[in-house]
């Protein structure tokens, strides 16, 4: 064991741990050991721990590791007492994205183990950090080649630090889903982010927000405006008109089949972002500005999905007709200080007594199918009215438009299928 790992001046663990030490480097070819080095032997004070860093192979780790390690586990008795792994997850984007990297031949890193052969002996390597590392690189053993992975190797751990260490890594601190759209986005260029600030969204040098904001748009935000700015300009008079919110933390296919084609200089679109701009600067000034009904939400409601998504598509389906499309832009026009041109106290009343429930939100909160098109449907009976702004009395005859619209789409596909 001496010529295979080195042991610090002042690091002196007992016996027991040097005896795992040994059966560890007997049983297992390191890379490191391999290719001519040695291993160093490292103590956490904190919990009094030892431990190595090393990689293995990923058949290796697919055949060795054990991802139920337990803490009272023994030969006799294997029940699960407490279980020191999170549940795999495998349906998340974040794993899909996981397996695919290891398919490719991803090389991963830091994966928290222990070397205990006590219970379950044929999977020595009980894993208590990087359990979806380790099934993704499971999946992935047929691909070609041998691919090394980095793993930290306790050794003799109590059960007391079985916990403290499963547990730290267990806790991670959570990356937003508006973060990873922005790193995404970054990858495909910086048309996006270019085209918010030319239209007032984005400060010049200013970046997507990173999670929820009252002020600076996601990217999650920017992508669903203009996706569904999109699908107003191709949508076909007499259609029963549906805007979407796209995807946060993963790829949206509509997004990317959309930006494949967008010109960015359009002016038609340049246009559409800076009256939406206009539009989220106006109400969020306006409710900021008043004592009364000043509630967060009510400055920030151009920034929800829901009306974002459903103004954009207004605009692009009022393409084709100017007069409305005047009216749409002319929103923020249509009340004077202290009044908000999306009238979000109003939206927040409104519903549909035979149909919504007495908990119903009101409008402009969620982003289902249904809220999603009941909000289209304001945008398009207040552009039919003029400049008479969103009031609660057309908000709920929007509303009670919409559900006749939908109740005779439905009807329309059953009648269809005869």
């Known amino acids: 064991m001496d010529d295979d790992i080195i042991i610090p001046t002042g690091i002196k663990p007992k016996s027991t741990v040097t005896k795992k030490i040994r059966e560890f480097l007997t049983t297992f070819n390191t ?14 004070a904190k919990s009094g721990s030892y431990y190595t860093v090393c990689h293995l192979d990923g058949n290796t780790l697919a055949e060795k590791c054990d991802l139920g390690a337990s803490i009272d586990a023994t030969e006799e008795e294997d029940d699960e007492i407490y279980k020191l792994n999170r549940d795999i997850t495998e349906d998340q984007i974040a794993f899909k994205n996981m397996e695919k990297d290891a398919l490719e031949g991803r090389s991963f890193e830091d ?10 002996k044929n999977t020595p390597l009980k894993v208590y950090g990087g359990q979806h590392r380790i099934r993704a690189i499971t999946k992935s053993r047929a691909q070609k080649g041998l691919v090394f992975h980095g793993v930290r190797i306790y050794f003799d751990l109590t059960r007391e630090q079985k916990v403290e260490i499963a547990t730290i890594n267990n806790t991670s601190i959570a990356v937003p889903n508006d973060l990873l759209d922005r790193m995404r986005e970054q990858l495909l260029g910086s048309e996006l982010r270019d085209w918010c600030q030319r239209v007032g969204l984005l400060d010049k040098g200013e970046d997507f927000a990173d999670r929820k904001s009252p002020d600076t748009p996601t990217v999650r935000i920017a ?3 203009l996706v569904n700015y999109n699908l107003g300009k191709q949508a076909k008079d007499g259609d029963f008109h549906q805007p979407i919110v796209c995807k946060s933390g993963g790829i949206d296919d509509a997004y990317m089949d959309m930006r494949k084609g967008i010109d960015w200089s359009d002016k038609s679109l340049e246009q559409m972002g800076k009256e939406y701009c206009r539009l989220h600067k106006i109400q969020r000034e306006r409710v900021r500005g008043r004592t009364e009904d000043s509630n967060a939400e009510f400055a920030r409601k151009a ?4 009306v974002a998504a459903s103004w954009a598509f207004a605009a692009g389906l009022f393409q084709k007709n100017q007069g409305y499309l005047k009216n749409h832009y002319s929103i923020p026009d249509s009340v004077s200080i202290p009044d908000d041109p999306l009238n979000a106290k109003a939206l927040s009343k409104a519903r549909l007594k035979t149909v ?4 119903y939100r009101g409008l402009g909160t ?15 009976v207040q552009a039919s009215v003029g400049k008479r702004g969103i009031t609660q009395q057309l908000a709920n005859a929007a509303i009670q438009s919409y559900e006749a619209a939908r109740n005779r789409f439905e009807a329309d596909k059953v009648l269809r299928k005869l």
């Open 111 to 120: 994966m928290v183990i222990e070397y205990d052969t006590s219970y379950q």
């Open 223 to 225: 992508r669903t405006i």
């Open 303 to 306: 920034l929800s999905l829901s």
């Open 366 to 380: 969620r982003f289902g199918p249904q809220e999603l098109g009941r909000m289209l449907e304001v945008f398009r």
């Open 356 to 359: 919504d429930s007495d908990t």
């Open 31 to 44: 890379y490191e050991i391999a290719n001519g080095a040695k291993l160093v032997l490292y103590f956490d």
